[in-house]
């Protein structure tokens, strides 16, 4: 079960690396048809997006230093950024679009589930 929590735990990482990366740099040119919105959109909320996208770096961070570090800061650290992230999923999910639900939360909570179950 520790493989299948790891494989999945690296899983929502890479995501949030993605997201990172089109909400820090890609945000103009990319961003408009991830998201739907219009060029001129994407031009005047590039700063939010920038600060948003480093706030999914924090949950990247928090899942490396989870999956490299030994307990008790491990588990701490997993269960902490896991967590965020189904939270947040779940509030995107309500507040933004339900595809959250599915790319963010899912993903999470199964690694979740798998985290707690290998430990």
Not at 72 to 86: D, E, I, Q, R, S
Request: with cysteine.
């Amino acid at each position: 079960m520790q493989v299948v929590a790891t494989v999945l735990t690296v899983l929502v990482i890479v995501i949030h690396l993605y997201i990172v990366i089109l909400e820090m740099v890609l945000w103009r040119t990319r961003g408009p048809k991830v998201f739907g919105i219009s060029a001129d959109f994407a031009r005047d909320s590039a700063s939010l997006a920038s600060n948003q996208g480093l706030y999914n770096g924090f949950l990247v961070v928090a899942l490396v230093l989870g999956l490299v570090l030994r307990e008790p800061f491990a588990t701490a650290f997993v269960f902490y950024g896991l967590g965020c992230v189904v939270v947040a999923g779940l509030w995107g999910a309500l507040t933004a679009s339900r595809r959250i639900l599915y790319v963010q939360a899912l993903p999470a909570a199964l690694a979740l589930a798998a985290q707690w179950l290998a430990r």
